[in-house]
Every structure is written in structure tokens, then in C-alpha cells.
């Protein structure tokens, strides 16, 4: 049956994106970025069914335009220049019901928040599950208005960008209040349209604890790590998802204990009854059968009997209650050790995660030191060893020009030449000596210019060899944790098959 998917992240410079890159892999069309000059082609790209561009009141332009826009009205280096949802579309509908539907959703957005937004819808991966239609809807950071010139501009920031501060001097929801509302909208729409498709079908916004849920929901775990998990490649979102289904597989066992127990008791409350309907009949007869005292004693003997079957029948009955409740009990302990190991291996992966981003930062902070601590350098040989160079080039003309008569005919040299060819040789064994003794100074003098003249760049690179440095800490350290939380895992799954023996 369909599911409900919603998120929202920012598209920004701070993370290496940009929004013109953004809109053509997704849209699969070619722009190029007015600002970086770079192209972004993915016209032969596969798998977009459907693009539809939607502005406030709406206002005529292109969309190589508006992204362009986007990239160029945004000045600083961390600025985000659009905002992306992700949406999960029903594959009960049709492909034009599903466009109707995201097209609704982008144009209520572009209406209430004054911005342009851009819808893309994706076709399921042929490797991949081929229910998953879901479309990616881009959202301009800033307001689209048509200013008095008559020009078409990005003003000011829209309400979705505000931070809290502002959204409250505004009177405004706070931004996650504003996104629990746009998480409703969509369910809400969704549901509309499948009810007027006679579709029983619904979503819910709402998360598993408010839908006062047991089960655990899993994570989405992206394209990166679908593809490793299509490849065989175990990643910490598919571990995790694995644990949590063997987490809901444990509530549905206990679900169905709970209903054998029922059961069984129902039975035994039968079996109750029949028995004191048994017991009454046999003291009728009994009664009846005062004066034959023989036929009496057999009677209350067949009673005796049936009593001790009854009393029998109950206390096995009572033992597989106790069975039961003691089964439900160990269940209750695999549970929170599951949820223990769940907390814990998602609060891991995000560590990791954080660090990891950090230490693909601090690379590249340290590669850019590294290249300009060369450029530098560099520019410190040439000027400490020109004079060298040049009175060496000078001998070297010198040389070759006494040299070819030499290799034409038997002359020998002069006095003078073979001076200037020893010259020539002891500036050059002096060149090569002085650039061996002056590399390290050339190189410390280049570090001192960027410690004076570029300090941000010396901080940054110091900063980015400590994430490196913790990041790899950190991987060292959880190598033990893992393997004991997968021992643990094993023996959590071994103890669930045998109570499921």
C-alpha cells in the first residue's frame, strides 16, 4: 500500500551545491551557471516523467533564468540559494493522476509562500523497488516578484528561511510548526485525491509515537546506500532497518501469543463450563439413584473421575498460562536490549556521520594549504636563485660556444675557455648544492607569508587535520564497539528462534 514520505533540506554553497546544478540533474536538462561559468548537462539522463515549473501569480520566465537568478542574487559563500522536498507519489494512481496531484501540492506552495517552485517526478530504478515513484519539488529561498521597473526579481527571503526570531516577531509558526503544516498538506492532498479515485487507500503524517504506535519505523536510506545494499554491501542505515524489522517481527510474535493465550483461556472457560454441566447431570443422577446403593457408588466413582480429569485439565491449562506469560516476559527483555542497540547504533551513526563530513572539509582545507604552500615556495626559489640562474645561462652560452669547434675539428681549447668551463661547472654543482640547503628555508619562509598573510587558510587546515584526526580516532574506537554489538545482535536472534521453538 502507499506510504508517506516528506523531507525538506537546503540547497547550499556551504555544502559544495548549487542550485543550477540542482535543477538540471533533477529536471535532466542543461544549464550553465552564469556565475561559476561551468555547464551542468544531463540531458541523457533516464527516468523523469514529468517537469513543470509554477511561479506566484504566475509570472513568465525560463527556468534557466530563474535558477541563474537564484545563483546570482545570493552573494555570500554559505548562502543557500533554493530549498529541495522529496516526495513519496502512490503507485496505485496513474502517471497523469500522480502529476495532478504534485503539480496541486507545488502551486498551493508557490501561492502561499510567494516563492517559484520547481517540480521533477522520477520513475522507480530499474534495480530498485518499482512502487518507488517520487518527485522532487525546488523551492526558490527568496520571494518572485515583479518589481516597479517591470523586472522580475528574487526579493526578500521567504517564510521559510526566516529563523525563529523573526518568525516570531511576525506572529509566524515557528519553522517546525511550519513544516508539521506542510507535512499535513500533503497527506491530506494525497488522501483527497485517492478517495475521489475510489482508492482505499491513506496516508499519515503523523509519526509512530503520536499514531500511538509499537512498531518502530525505518529509515530512508537513500540512493547511495540502496545501491551499496543492491550490490551486497552492508550499510549502518540497512543494519538499522534490519534491526528494526526484526524488532516489529518480535511485537507481531508477542501479538500472536497474546491471541493463543486468549484462545486458550476461552477454551479452558468452555471446558469449565462443560465440565460443571457434567457435574450437575452426575448429581441428578446420583439423587436419583439413592436406593441402589451399587449403582450409586459406581456413579460417584465416574464422578470422582471426571472431577480428577477436570482438575487435571485446569492446572494443564494453568501451567501454559504461566508458559505463555513467561514467553511474553523474555519477549519483553529481547525488546528493550533491541531498542537499547537501535538508540545506540543510530546515535553512532550520526557521529560518524558529522565527523565524516568534517573530515572531507579538513582534505580539502589541507590540499588547498598544501597548493598554495607550494606556489609559494616556488615563488621564493625563483627569486633567491635568478641571479644564479642567469649568470649560469650566461656561462652555458659561453660553453656551447666554445665547444663547437672543438667537436668539428682537432683544435684544442684555450686557456681561457677551459676556464670558463670549470666556472661553468662549479656555479652549476653550487646551483644544485644552494637549492638542497635552501629547500627547507624556502619552505619554512613560505609557511611564515601564509601565517602572516593568510591566517584563515592556516586555521583552516589545522582545523581539518583535528576533524581527520578525531574522525579516524572515532572509526578506532567503535571497531570494538561494532563487533560487540553484533555479537549481541547474534544472540538476541538466537534467543528469539528458540522461543520461537
Known sequence: MAIYHLSTKPVSRSSGRTATASIAYRAGIAIKDERTGKEHDYTKRSGVAHTRLHTPNNLKIERNELWNLAETTETRKNSRTAREIVVNLPYEISEQDRSELVNEFAKDLADKYGVAVDVAIHTPDKEGDDRNHHAHIMLTTRKLERLESGKIALTSKSQLEMSNT??????????????????????????????????????????????GLEQLPTQKLGWEASAMERKGIATDKGDYNRMVKEYNQTLSQIAAIDKSLKAEKEQREQSNDRIRERIEGTIKLTGGAAENTAWANKRARQVNEIVSDSQRAVEGAERGIESSAGAINRANKRIVEHQRYLELEQRVAQAV???????????????????????????????????????????QQVYDTAKKPRLTSQSKWSKQQLEQRSEMQILDRQLSVKEAQDRGKHQQQAK?????????????????????????????????????????????RDKDRGMER
Open 166 to 211: 523573526q518568525l516570531q516577531e511576525r506572529g509566524l509558526p515557528s519553522a517546525r510548526d511550519e513544516l508539521k503544516l506542510i507535512r499535513k498538506q500533503w497527506a491530506d492532498l494525497t488522501n483527497s485525491h485517492m478517495k475521489e479515485l475510489n482508492i482505499p487507500v491513506t496516508i499519515d503524517h503523523r509519526s509512530h509515537k503520536d499514531r
Open 448 to 492: 611564515d607569508w601564509i601565517a602572516k598573510n593568510e591566517p584563515q587558510k592556516v586555521h583552516e587546515a589545522q582545523q581539518g587535520q583535528e576533524a581527520i584526526d578525531k574522525y579516524k580516532e572515532l572509526l578506532e574506537k567503535l571497531q570494538p564497539q561494532k563487533q560487540e554489538q553484533q555479537r549481541q545482535v547474534s544472540i538476541v
Open 353 to 395: 556521520e558529522e565527523l565524516y563530513t568534517q573530515a572531507v572539509k579538513g582534505e580539502k582545507a589541507i590540499s588547498a594549504y598544501d597548493t598554495r604552500l607550494a606556489d609559494i615556495e616556488r615563488q621564493y626559489e625563483r627569486l633567491y636563485l635568478k641571479p644564479l640562474r642567469k649568470e649560469l645561462s650566461q656561462l
